[in-house]
C-alpha cells in the first residue's frame, strides 16, 4: 500500500480513538499493523501522561464532591436558619450542576457523571431537609418532594439517554409507594 493511503488510514484510526468512536484496543491492532509495529498505542493515545487540564478538572470534581459533603454538615450538624440553609442548597446545586453541563460540553464523560450526580443528590438532600423542615406535622408535602425528585430523575435519565438515573428514579418511586401504601 502507498505511503499516502496509509497515512489516511492512520489518521482516520487514531480520529475514531480520540473520540472514542471504536474502543481502544480495536483501534491499537490496525495501527500498529499500518505502520508496521514502529508506533505503539501508548505513543498514539498520549491519555497515561500527565495535563494540567486533567488536574484541573478532578480539582473542580473533589470541590463538587466536598460540596456534597458541606449539604451534609449543613443538614445535620449545625443550627442555621432555614434561610440560609436554603441559599446554601441552591448555590451548592447551582454549582454542582453548571460543572456537569461544563464537563458534558468538554466531552469528559467520567467528570460529568460525577458532578451531576453530586447536583442530583445535593437537590434530593436540600429539598427533602426543607420540605420536612417547613412541614413538620404532615407527611404529604415529603412524599409529593420525593416524588418529583424521582420524577425528574426518570425525565433526566431519558432525556440524556442515562440509564442509572431512569433506573434510580424508577426504583426509587416504587419504593415510595410501596412504602406509603403497603408499609
Not at 497515561?48 to 458541606?70: A, E, P
Request: hydrophobic letters at 50%.
Amino acid at each position: 500500500m502507498d505511503e499516502a493511503r496509509k497515512n489516511i488510514v492512520l489518521r482516520e484510526i487514531k480520529y475514531w480513538k480520540e473520540h472514542r468512536l471504536l474502543p481502544e484496543h480495536y483501534c491499537d491492532f490496525p495501527i500498529t499493523l499500518y505502520t508496521e509495529g514502529s508506533e505503539t498505542g501508548q505513543e498514539v493515545s498520549g491519555k497515561n501522561s500527565f495535563s494540567y487540564k486533567n488536574l484541573i478538572f478532578q480539582l473542580m470534581n473533589v470541590f463538587i464532591i466536598s460540596l456534597l459533603m458541606l449539604t451534609f454538615v449543613v443538614i445535620y450538624f449545625t443550627e442555621l436558619s432555614i434561610d440560609l440553609q436554603i441559599g446554601l442548597f441552591i448555590i451548592s446545586v447551582i454549582i454542582s450542576l453548571s460543572g456537569a453541563i461544563f464537563f458534558y460540553k468538554k466531552n469528559h464523560s467520567f467528570f460529568f457523571h460525577i458532578a451531576l450526580i453530586t447536583g442530583i443528590l445535593i437537590l434530593f438532600l436540600g429539598s427533602v431537609h426543607i420540605v420536612s423542615s417547613l412541614f413538620t406535622g404532615t407527611q404529604i408535602g415529603l412524599i409529593l418532594m420525593i416524588l418529583l425528585n424521582c420524577i425528574f430523575w426518570v425525565f433526566l435519565g431519558f432525556r440524556m439517554r442515562l440509564k442509572y438515573l431512569t433506573i434510580s428514579g424508577i426504583a426509587g418511586a416504587l419504593l415510595l409507594v410501596t412504602y406509603t401504601f403497603i408499609l
